[in-house]
């Protein structure tokens, strides 16, 4: 009795040893550990830490609003076919969204904070492309302002 007793004990041990092990995945199915595998990559996507309202300033508390908005983070992400007989417009366009982004990343300094904005990663982001835009402006059109774009 004693032996069969232990024996069972030890049998129930490794099985919930097993199961824990597997984070309780042994005894679902395929579908079932393709959802879990699904849940747990959509959380490592999602953000951090959403950014809250600022309550101290009306004005910084507008242009959160305007800036977190779905229209304007869609609106921001246009595309643009660019066509070789039409370089001049394009690099026009181009300044322009340049510009664009450039008021956009003052908007999100106004509305975050400086310290707020900066703990995005996409933010740091937008604002390193942003700098680089800038800088292309101004080889092409003061350095190269001669030639033809």
């Not at 030890?10 to 984070?23: D, P, Q």
């Not at 904005?117 to 492309?129: G, P």
Request: glycine share 6%.
């Amino acid at each position: 009795f004693i032996g069969t007793l232990i024996g069972l004990t030890l049998f129930v041990g490794v099985v919930i040893a097993n199961y824990s092990e597997n984070k309780g995945t042994a005894l679902l199915t395929v579908d079932q550990r393709r959802w879990m595998d699904l849940k747990g990559r959509i959380k490592l996507f999602q953000p951090l830490r959403t950014p809250s309202r600022p309550e101290n300033s009306t004005f910084r508390s507008y242009i959160f609003g305007i800036t977190q908005h779905k229209a304007f983070k869609k609106s921001s992400a246009v595309l643009w076919k660019v066509e070789d007989r039409i370089t001049r417009i394009s690099a026009l366009m181009a300044s322009l969204f340049t510009f664009l982004f450039l008021v956009e990343a003052f908007m999100k300094c106004v509305a975050l904070g400086i310290v707020g904005y900066w703990q995005s990663r996409r933010n740091r982001f937008d604002l390193f492309v942003t700098i680089l835009g800038l800088v292309w402006i101004l080889l092409n059109f003061v350095s190269f302002g001669k030639q033809d774009i």
